[in-house]
């Protein structure tokens, strides 16, 4: 029969496509990593802190300069020497060329620079903890809309099935008004559906472009046309102890956070090295030659050699200390509470998102069976309707029947996927 013959070929239409190149969810990841531009920013932010993180920053290492100067001039002079002589000159030239090293080292600072130098470290660790959930969040949109693209593209299938059933309908409907079998009222509504059919199905491609479009945004190229490959299974040993467990030290929005604290905890112990004397030594060398034939002395060279050490103690500052050490403390509470509040936050999202995923499993198996029941009506509708038991309206409502249980099971499974993908963010394990 016609209409059945149909109904399988639209159900072989799928297969068609894998000759087609596919763009699979780990192939479109990698091209993001590579490729897109926030990752890029949050990659050279994290060379910066790692460039940071030296000992010259942090102050233990000595400060080494070298000086080199030379001038020149002229002078005119006339003088009266002791025993009654004089002299006079106009245009005298004079040259001087002095060159040197000088040495500064702080040998103690109140032990701020050891303070410094783990602050640096726990910058460093910050930053790369800010660079895994710039990865996360990059790998959970582009998860998200590819399943989101790959979705819409079997809605696009289902549409172009009824657009398939639909034309059929019409050639049947017509053969049967040529041959005074039906009416032309029945004709003409079989066209109306199709026409029906044809505008969701024009509107489900331009809604597969747009996902499409903003799949190659996150992935910062631009795609030629691709297919998707699209899995309707999904995870089922999702543990929502075990998520809530380990949130805390996975996610890593969560642990650049704690480590905020750390940060502030390093600014009260710098803040507090301001209250102990800072210790310095110095040396230097410097060599000095003058030339001057209107000087006593025509030609003057010297070469100097100076060391020692220097201490200073800052014992009254207008309180300026006390003020610092108590907003360090500050800031280190505050870090705190936004660490609680992001972890309650984020402990609550898990359990929101644990509910979504479980329901969405319960209605997929729901929509199963509503799926199988209405696919069968569907088969019974055309035969009936073939051998002309059956209305042309009815037939029509089977196929709606079919389309949206075929619509609501793909709704529910999309759901279940994409807050399993979602609870794998949340808890931190995206990457992973």
């Known amino acids: 029969m016609r209409l059945t013959r149909v109904f399988i070929l639209i159900f072989l239409l799928p297969f068609s496509l894998m000759a087609q190149d596919v763009l699979t969810l780990e192939q ?20 910066i802190t790692e460039n940071n993180y030296t000992l010259g920053n942090a102050g233990f290492l000595p400060m080494v300069t070298l000086d080199f100067n030379k001038s020149f001039g002229t002078q005119d002079f006339e003088r009266t020497l002791a025993s009654g ?31 410094s130098y783990d602050q640096l470290n726990t910058f460093r660790s910050q930053s790369e903890e800010s660079l895994k959930a710039d990865i996360e969040l990059i790998i959970y949109n582009i998860s998200a809309t590819y399943y989101q693209a790959a979705l819409e593209k079997e809605r696009l299938n289902l549409y172009d099935s009824n657009v ?16 005074g079998k039906a009416s032309k009222l029945e004709y003409l509504q079989a066209q109306v559906d199709l026409n029906a059919d044809k505008s969701q199905q024009l509107t489900q491609q331009q809604t597969l472009e747009a996902t499409k479009l903003e799949l190659s945004r996150l992935l910062s190229v631009e795609l030629d046309t691709f297919q998707l490959e699209y899995n309707l299974d999904t995870e089922n040993n999702v543990n929502l102890e075990e998520l ?27 803040s507090k090295g301001d209250m102990l004397p800072r210790v310095n030594v110095f040396a230097g ?61 984020f402990k609550t999202a898990i359990r929101q998102g644990y509910s979504n995923y479980t329901n969405s499993l319960d209605l997929m ?3 199963r069976e509503n799926l199988n029941v209405a696919r069968e009506n569907n088969e019974i509708s055309k035969e009936r309707y073939e051998i002309g038991l059956s209305t042309p309206l009815e037939l029509r409502e089977a196929q709606l029947n079919f389309l949206n249980a075929e619509l609501r099971f793909q709704n529910a499974a999309f759901n279940a996927k994409l807050a399993a993908i979602e609870l794998k963010y949340l808890s931190g394990q995206t990457i992973n």
């Open 85 to 115: 002589l004089e002299q006079s000159q106009t245009g005298a030239k004079n040259e001087r060329t002095s060159y040197g090293a000088s040495l500064n080292w702080t040998i103690f600072d109140g032990f701020q620079m050891f303070a």
């Open 244 to 270: 809530l467990e380990g949130v805390s030290v996975q996610n890593p929005q969560l642990t650049s956070l704690k480590q905020q604290e750390l940060i502030a905890q390093y600014n009260e112990k710098i």
């Open 365 to 367: 198996a729901l929509e």
């Open 28 to 47: 479109a990841i990698e091209i993001a990593l590579d490729n897109n531009y926030g990752i890029k920013v949050s990659k050279s932010n994290q060379e």
């Open 285 to 345: 060398y410097t060599h000095a030659k003058s030339e001057s034939p209107a000087g006593f002395a025509i030609v003057n060279t010297s070469d100097d050699i100076n060391y020692g050490l220097t201490a200073s103690w800052t014992i009254f500052n207008g309180f300026n200390v006390n003020r610092q050490i108590q907003n360090a403390r500050i800031q280190r509470d505050i870090a705190t509470y936004q660490y609680d509040n992001q972890l309650i936050n």
């Open 164 to 179: 398939f059933f639909s034309q059929e309908r019409l050639q049947v409907a017509k053969d049967k008004y040529e041959l």
